[in-house]
């Protein structure tokens, strides 16, 4: 877990911003930092599936957020 959300934090930097936004971590950068750390295919591929569920958590809190604003 503690790798995850490392991999999660370093990353954060990596998201491209848009008119909506910061959006989600790029697979490319997830690949690339898992080479840089040594990890094998299997847990690269267990980072991707958690570092997503991650990024779509961020977006739904963000976008409620926002709505949760835009009542007020």
Do not use: N, Y
């Not at 503690?2 to 936004?21: P, T, V």
């Not at 299997?42 to 949760?68: F, G, K, Q, W, Y």
């Amino acid at each position: 877990m503690a790798l995850c959300l490392e991999c999660w934090h370093d990353l954060d930097s990596c998201r491209l911003l848009g008119f909506a936004g910061a959006g989600p971590i790029p697979w490319t950068a997830i690949t690339e930092w898992c080479r840089w750390q040594g990890v094998d295919r299997e847990l690269t591929l267990v980072l991707l599936d958690v570092i997503r569920h991650l990024d779509v958590a961020r977006s739904e809190r963000i976008a409620s957020e926002a709505e949760t604003k835009g009542r007020k």
